[in-house]
T-cell receptor, first 109, second 114 residues
């Protein structure tokens, strides 16, 4: 069964400190992995996807197939990073996207 | 084009009443999705359309729920005989164009069943 697990409901990090939001997945095939973000009073939006292998707003995420993980990282947290972050997956050839429960990232001043 | 539009944004209804939500996707997006989100949970997939065809329905979508996209543009999600457990945010999203699997979400419709 497809499943996305985000073990942390809340992560508090001081400004300037490194951030790592954990995501593990279960999928019997080769999934596409995504991170979505929802800032306060804004709609859910795509942050990055593993196939792009890009850095967005200083965030990166590497797909580790051996550990079935797709952790989101940023070396130096900024206050504007405070938001809800959702890890998500889609199967190849399947446009349905499955979301994790989300992690609230709170950047402390 | 202002993105995916949903209305009403908020709806309070009495248990047993029917409610309908509307979603207007981004123009020319051929895929349209409905998700449900409750407090402390991520969006849960309900159903999606390719143009006017409903391609998949989640088991979460009981027979009290029906979704349509009659002309392949806007979509409606109707909940009949609402129950308190239906209280949630109903999110619509659309996908199209060259960016595969980049779906764009609306702001959602909050349903409170009292």
């Amino acid at each position: 069964a497809q499943r996305v697990t985000q073990p942390e409901k809340l992560l508090s990090v001081f400004k300037g400190a490194p951030v790592e939001l954990k995501c593990n997945y279960s999928y019997s095939g080769s999934p596409e992995l995504f991170w979505y973000v929802q800032y306060s009073r804004q709609r859910l939006q795509l942050l990055l996807r593993h196939i792009s292998r890009e850095s967005i707003k200083g965030f990166t995420a590497d797909l580790n197939k051996g550990e079935t993980s797709f952790h989101l990282k940023k070396p130096f947290a900024q206050e504007e990073d405070s938001a809800m972050y959702y890890c998500a997956l889609s199967g190849v050839g399947d446009d349905k996207i499955i979301f994790g429960k989300g992690t609230r990232l709170h950047i402390l001043p | 084009d202002t993105g995916v539009s949903q209305n009403p944004r908020h709806k309070i209804t009495k248990r047993g009443q029917n409610v309908t939500f509307r979603c207007d996707p981004i123009s020319e997006h051929n895929r349209l999705y409905w998700y449900r989100q409750t407090l402390g949970q991520g969006p849960e997939f309900l159903t999606y359309f390719q143009n006017e065809a409903q391609l998949e329905k989640s088991r979460l979508l009981s027979d009290r729920f029906s979704a349509e996209r009659p002309k392949g543009s806007f979509s409606t999600l109707e909940i009949q005989r609402t129950e308190q457990g239906d209280s949630a945010m109903y999110l619509c999203a659309s996908l199209g164009g060259g960016s595969r699997n980049t779906i764009y979400f609306g702001e959602g419709s909050w349903l409170t069943v009292v």
